[in-house]
T-cell receptor, first 112, second 112 residues
């Protein structure tokens, strides 16, 4: 019963470096999401995938790209990391748009 | 005015107290209302899920929604130290809307 698995758990990048955050769910959920959580800002949606084969921008998509690799996996890529992207990143999944979300345990990213 | 307002606290109560957590919102299209609990350095976990106005009870937890006042509440009876966490309200306009809007969270400490 793994739920939503995120890797890595921690990462330090230098400005300009790229990296991909991985997310996988084993609940046969249709929809997957990427959020970032910053102090005083709450959870903000970066991108989401309503179903396999589709992706859409959320509230704060700039500087990020996503890939819905298959029904289980949804990755988030930072092409050229900036200090403003220092945050905790959460992946989540749900059956559909009106069901509750299951979150992963997060990736703590620091860009120096 | 922000779409969802939530008092960040911190809120500190003695063990056994009744806790009241609240959110107000401005978007009258919201129909689905959730409460998530987030322990330190963990992902949010779904606690309560309600549709439209009314009450829902689950053990020591009661969620209330008053759509006419655009106000939702979470009550915790007989609070325990294990309830110490940040509580996030979240809401959605419903089917087809994949953008769950979160409050910034209220940090609760239950003192033994």
């Amino acid at each position: 019963n793994a739920g939503v698995t995120q890797t890595p758990k921690f990462q330090v990048l230098k400005t300009g470096q790229s990296m991909t955050l991985q997310c996988a769910q084993d609940m046969n959920h249709n929809s997957m999401y990427w959020y970032r959580q910053d102090p005083g800002m709450g959870l903000r949606l970066i991108y989401y995938s309503a179903s396999e084969g589709t992706t859409d921008k959320g509230e704060v998509p700039n500087g990020y790209n996503v890939s819905r690799l298959n029904k289980r996996e949804f990755s988030l890529r930072l092409e050229s990391a900036a200090p403003s992207q220092t945050s905790v990143y959460f992946c989540a999944s749900s059956v559909g748009s009106v069901s509750g979300y299951t979150f992963g345990s997060g990736t703590r990213l620091t860009v120096v | 005015q922000k779409e969802v307002e939530q008092d960040p606290g911190p809120l500190s109560v003695p063990e056994g107290a009744i806790v009241s957590l609240n959110c107000t919102y401005s978007n009258s299209a919201f129909q689905y209302f959730m409460w998530y609990r987030q322990y330190s350095r963990k992902g949010p976990e779904l606690l309560m899920y309600t549709y439209s106005s009314g009450n829902k009870e689950d053990g020591r937890f009661t969620a209330q929604v008053d759509k006419s006042s655009k106000y939702i509440s979470l009550f915790i009876r007989d609070s325990q130290p294990s309830d110490s966490a940040t509580y996030l309200c979240a809401m959605s306009a419903g089917a087809g809307s994949y953008q769950l809007t979160f409050g910034k969270g209220t940090k609760l400490s239950v003192i033994p």
